[in-house]
């Protein structure tokens, strides 16, 4: 008898989970492509999360760098803005259904190029360091780390560590927007 109910009682504890995880995964069963319409990927909880409303986010994103724009460098405010504008309409224009073609010629040789760099890397042939560097393109994580760290100089207040991030964040996104006219280009 003790033996059923441990196992009863250790069913329900694995089944759970599961049943907790189902909650916000249900396909798009209205038809169509919603925005607003849940995730029904399987990659788990991570991915999951990537998929809410990155517009509102990106939004958000640019708003606090405005304001900090507007505090820490206002002589910049002028080209930021363009700079800015001139990113979200470079994204649309690469994201537009007479661009698919590009996109998923540019997806497959990313893919191609990651395939080629995990297997020299489980050859031996590059280390862990050269696997990541070669994957981000060289360019490491920079621009998300600047945004970090200018998040973090702007909670402490360290006006001068601000203008140089901001600066710095104004070149990257520059040599961003110059990367998609050039994706833009190719045939």
Known sequence: MKLKMLL???GFLVSVPGFSEANGKLPNTKGGNSENAPCDCQEGKHHHNM????QSHMAEKEQKLLLWVDQFSPDKKA???????????????????????????WKKAKLAKMEEL?????????TKEEFIKKAHGGKEIG?????HDLRIAVGKKDEKQAKVL????LVQTKQHNQRIKEMLKKE
């Open 8 to 10: 009863l009682t250790l």
């Open 166 to 169: 901001l600066n710095q964040l």
């Open 118 to 126: 995990k297997k020299q890397f489980d050859e031996g042939k590059l």
């Open 51 to 54: 998929h809410r409303d990155w």
């Open 79 to 105: 080209e930021w803005t363009k700079v800015l504008a001139e990113k979200k309409t470079l994204s649309k224009e690469w994201m537009s259904p007479e661009n698919a073609g590009k996109r998923e010629q």
């Open 143 to 147: 621009h998300w780390k600047t945004f």
